[in-house]
């Protein structure tokens, strides 16, 4: 059985059934998944939604009328695979809470401010060489109701196309030196300590802008297609 | 963490949680949410038009109100909207994507036309299917499925369904109503007749 994209690469993702995260326990597969060859089903991928990015939707703190309440960042890097190829005409997709903690959704009833200036969701195009760049507020951690004293480390959420629909991910960003990250059953999902810190940017002092924005460096890896695609016997 | 730490891999998955709607989903906060849509439907895609609904549960049986879930499929004459697919699109407009979010009943819906067939790597056919994969809070990462329907001949000889266990295949049947074009296919995340997911 070959692949096109290594299986391999996998190994880096959480176990489903993560029992410190309670909502994976009904919702994880309780059957082994079937390994498959990739077929041009596997191998193709959406370029879609592009043509209606519009200029400025990479900047969350400028779509309403006021200046939103909080710590305004940039965050930018590239979309690569694995072997470091930038992966370019990516659409990334964000979406987070405010400075406070909150985010615009119905269902969530933290008592914490919503903010009428931030609705906290962007999107960007990455460009020939894999680039994209957002400014947005901090996320403040946020209580959930996992256990005790349960706290989300911020983070924001991002969701992007590589070339294929195997190479399809959503993660979350957090940031660097969060207190909260022992006692976090998401961002501890991911068994392996390296592939963690894939999930936390970096402070970037060198594309801070004085006076304006601390800056985060987050550089998005996804599954690399193998050079020269195996023969399959 | 430190960047001495940082090593070469890819970046792992994390759940979309509960809070997607309005950064993702149609019908969200965002006038950009018309930019997916639970339909492939173009003005001028050929082949026939064709309705998949169903649910989403979980192992206890209960609705799932928040999943997403998006599909990408070949047109009817089996060719995809990718710049890979060297053959020639006659559906200039048709790209074969499609995301919905399950509503508080954990129902989902999309409109689209029946796929054509596509190769498997060996240049045998396979039975027209979607491809499906599935997002949600609680799961850590997105999971695989396809959809393949239940009045297609050719899915005694599909390959990959051929890798399924006879007794799970309807997990990924979806059944064509008697009067309408509407297939049916609920998901089941966990057991008894929990939908095959695969590993890819």
């Known amino acids: 059985m070959t692949f096109i994209y290594p299986t391999e690469s996998n190994k880096a993702h959480p176990l489903p059934l993560s029992p410190d995260y309670k909502s994976s326990i009904k919702r994880a597969p309780n059957k082994p998944l079937i390994p498959m060859r990739h077929t041009l089903s596997e191998l193709t991928g959406p370029v879609y939604g592009h043509e209606t990015v519009r200029e400025g939707d990479n900047d969350l703190t400028t779509q309403h009328s006021g200046e939103p309440i909080g710590e305004r960042i940039i965050v930018h890097g590239h979309v690569r695979d694995e072997d470091g190829r930038g992966v370019p005409n990516s659409l990334v997709e964000i979406w987070q809470a405010n400075s406070c903690g909150r985010y615009v959704h119905v269902r969530d009833q933290h008592p914490a401010p919503l903010d009428p200036n931030f609705t906290g969701a962007g999107r960007t195009v990455s460009d020939a060489a894999g680039y994209y760049r957002f400014v947005t507020i901090k996320p403040g951690a946020y209580p959930w109701g996992n256990h005790h004293n349960a706290w989300r480390p911020a983070h924001i959420h991002l969701s992007v196309f590589g070339h294929s629909f195997v190479t399809r991910l959503v993660t979350q960003m957090y940031f660097p030196n969060d207190p909260l990250f022992p006692f976090d059953p998401i961002f501890n999902s991911v068994p392996d300590e390296k592939a963690r810190a894939r999930m936390v940017s970096s402070f970037d002092l060198e594309n801070t802008q004085p006076e304006w924005a601390l800056c985060y460096r987050f550089d998005i890896v996804l599954r690399g297609k193998n050079a020269t695609p195996m023969e399959n016997h | ?200």
């Open chain 2, 1 to 200: 963490m430190q960047d001495n730490v940082k090593d070469s891999g890819i970046t792992p998955s994390q759940t979309v949680g509960p809070f997607f709607k309005y950064g993702l989903t149609p019908n969200g906060e965002y006038a950009w949410n018309d930019a997916f849509t639970n339909s492939t439907l173009t003005p001028d895609v050929s082949g026939d038009r064709i309705r998949i609904e169903g649910r989403v549960f979980d192992g206890d049986g209960v609705v799932v109100p928040d999943v997403m879930l998006e599909i990408w499929q070949a047109d009817a004459q089996g060719r995809f909207a990718d710049p890979q697919d060297k053959r020639a699109l006659p559906n200039a407009s048709f790209r074969g994507f499609a995301r919905c979010g399950t509503d508080k009943d954990g129902n989902y819906s999309f409109d689209t036309i029946k796929p054509g067939v596509v190769p498997d790597p060996d240049g045998k056919p396979q039975a027209p299917h979607i491809v499906l994969a599935v997002f949600g809070r609680g799961m850590l990462r997105h999971l695989y499925t396809r959809i393949y329907f239940s009045d297609e001949a050719g899915n005694a000889d599909d390959p990959v369904l051929a890798l399924v266990p006879a007794d799970r295949r309807a997990t990924l049947t979806a059944v064509r109503e008697a009067d309408r074009a509407v297939y049916r296919l609920d998901l089941r995340l966990q057991g008894d007749h929990e939908t095959v997911f695969f590993d890819m």
